[in-house]
């Protein structure tokens, strides 16, 4: 792998940008890998990197059924945090908000991390009073976050309507600053040109079809492409998560919706942050290019689609004209959906299975691009050495049989 | 938007019902018997499939009443409507399964 430098971006400014490498190979798939990661968008990305990395595994291969990071990855509203209510998940969410803030550096790629600062809205007595004891809870476990009055709300977003005659007023916001956003392709492309720089193969347009196993050890996965072997399997296809596990009979307390977000057309910069409204429910960042990006709430029933229905997005660009009046003179260019994983308690999976070698990594839902980093990190840790670390420790399968859930699920300050 | 054919007021918007999740999910008869493993699949694991999938609905904004709904949640096809109590439309089902994709297996358990 060649180092993108400033040395290497002049020469290469020479030759007119005709000679970089390219970012990683990709090769014909062998017949026996030690570990086969299904997925390639971030978390498959950033498990065989760390593979890799930390535990010395390069003989690996990520096989996609599409392109990297052309599931969730690259549909996903990049918003980053850690400001998460229950301790197990501030742990998982800070290790990720740390490893994102070195990442760049690490994988030599920039992912244009831009901690840009995230508010959480609230517009109701309660909604305070929720939002001040999650901002003490989040301080005891280290975490930054401040609670804002509508007037410092304002000096942050000078776009923002504090009138308290609308009807969800702003009353006050939390504000974690450290949070922000990152380019979500750059982060699955530098984790697999760094991954490929350490051995392992990335194998695009290759579909797997079926879990081999040999009693009750994985053997190796049918494909699009033939039989490969491995003794260890790991599945982390977000969105296809219950259809991946059921072709080797594991059951998983998981739903798949639909997800939306959109983007308006370009625009001079106008909003520096990110805003997040729960109870209004919209999230709005702008991106560099100048884009509004904007994202809604699940749609409500079970779906494989990756789109969704209409009444949902009116909603969400209500919540955004009532807060931002002045955007709802802009058009929306783009719209998409995407399938999210959702848990009964809105956390994760990072787990082994019933089934040795096979381990599972999803039902991340609507929040985890925010946890590819520490996603990546434990589930390499519990592949490499057959056991969770302490951070996926509490995120493993096992809890729902325990009764110890890790109920996120409105203790998320917002969803995403 | 979903065109949802409600048993008893026929066609009406997506928005005026609520998914109820998975069907014909049976309470335990004895819950003192159950094991915690039991207790975690009646409570927590759910069929997901892409493919057909038997589903709850309520006409929350209508006659409130319950019903269910057979769908293609690959393509958001629905198969067809009937009443709590009712079997699932099979042999509709089965015609339509056939262009299907994977389907998580139900084990045998405590539904
Ligand atoms: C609209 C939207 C907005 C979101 N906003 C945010 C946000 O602001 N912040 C945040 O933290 N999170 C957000 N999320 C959630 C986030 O996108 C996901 O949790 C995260 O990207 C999941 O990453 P992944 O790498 O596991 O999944 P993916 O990128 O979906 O990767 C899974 C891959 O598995 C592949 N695959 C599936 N089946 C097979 C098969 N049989 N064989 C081979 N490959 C297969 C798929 O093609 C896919 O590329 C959002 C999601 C959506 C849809
Ligand atoms: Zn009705």
Redesign the interface.
């Known amino acids: 792998m060649k180092k993108y430098s400033i040395f290497s971006l002049a020469r290469n400014a020479f030759k007119f940008h005709q000679d970089w490498e390219k970012a990683w190979r990709s090769p014909e798939p062998k017949k026996n890998y030690d570990a086969i990661i299904v997925g390639g968008g971030g978390h498959g990305l950033a498990t065989a990197y760390y593979l890799a990395k930390e535990h010395g595994i390069t003989n690996v291969a990520v096989i996609e059924k599409g392109w990297l990071g052309g599931g969730n990855t690259g549909r996903n509203t990049t918003i980053i945090r850690s400001n998460y209510l229950w301790d197990e998940s501030a742990r998982m969410y800070e290790k990720s908000l740390q490893l994102y803030e070195g990442l760049s550096q690490d994988l030599n790629y920039n992912i244009m991390l831009s901690q840009r600062g995230v508010l959480n809205l609230a517009h109701n007595l309660q909604d305070i009073r929720e939002l001040k004891r999650r901002v003490n809870a989040i301080k005891l476990n280290g975490i930054d976050s401040e609670f804002l009055t509508p007037e410092q709300i304002k000096s942050i977003v000078p776009m923002i309507n504090i009138s308290p005659s609308i009807r969800y007023p702003v009353l006050g916001a939390s504000i974690q600053r450290r949070g922000g956003v990152a380019r979500h392709d750059a982060v699955a492309w530098g984790y697999a040109r760094a991954a490929d720089a350490r051995g392992v193969d990335i194998i695009q347009q290759c579909e797997v079809t079926g879990i081999i196993r040999d009693g009750g050890r994985v053997t190796g996965v049918e494909t699009t492409r033939g039989v490969i072997n491995a003794p260890k399997v790991a599945i982390v296809t977000a969105g296809h998560s219950s259809v991946l596990a059921a072709m080797a009979d594991v059951r998983l307390p998981i739903s798949s919706f639909p997800l939306q977000a959109m983007v308006t057309e370009p625009v001079k910069p106008i909003l520096n942050s990110v805003v997040m409204s729960n109870a209004v429910h919209c999230y709005i960042s702008q991106s560099d290019k100048g884009e509004l990006v904007l994202g809604a709430g699940i749609d409500g029933y079970n779906s494989y689609t990756q789109r969704g229905s209409l009444h949902i997005v009116e909603e969400q660009l209500a919540a955004v004209c009532l807060l931002f009046p002045i955007f709802s003179r802009l058009r929306i260019m783009r719209k998409w959906g995407g399938i999210v994983d959702t848990c009964p308690d809105a956390s994760p999976i990072v787990s082994k299975t019933h089934v040795d070698g096979l381990y599972i990594n999803g039902g991340w839902g609507t929040g985890g691009f925010k946890g590819t980093p520490a996603s990546g990190w434990t589930f390499a840790h519990t592949i490499a050495r057959d056991e969770p670390h302490a951070l996926n420790a509490p995120f493993t399968l096992d809890r729902f049989t325990s009764g110890s859930l890790i109920d996120e699920h409105g203790a998320a300050a917002v969803a995403h | 938007?979903?065109l949802i054919p409600c048993p008893w007021c026929g066609e009406r918007d997506?928005?005026e019902f609520?998914?109820g999740?998975?069907a014909h999910i049976e309470r335990p008869l004895e819950p003192d018997q159950l094991t915690?493993?039991e207790?975690?699949?009646y409570?927590?694991?759910?069929?997901?499939?892409?493919g057909v999938?038997l589903?709850r609905w309520v006409h929350q904004s209508g006659c409130r009443r319950w019903f269910n709904l057979a769908?293609n949640?690959?393509?958001?096809e629905i198969i067809g409507a009937y009443k709590m109590g009712e079997k699932p439309p099979t042999s509709t089902i089965a015609n339509k399964q056939k262009t299907a994709?994977?389907?998580?297996?139900k084990?045998k358990g405590v539904r």
Not at chain 2, 43 to 50: A, I, L, Q, S, W
Not at chain 2, 73 to 76: E, S
Not at chain 2, 101 to 105: E, I, M, R
């Open positions: 938007m979903l997506e928005p609520h998914h999740g998975e915690d493993e207790w975690a699949e409570m927590f694991m759910r069929t997901n499939p892409k999938f589903e769908r949640t690959a393509t958001n994709t994977v389907s998580n297996k084990p």
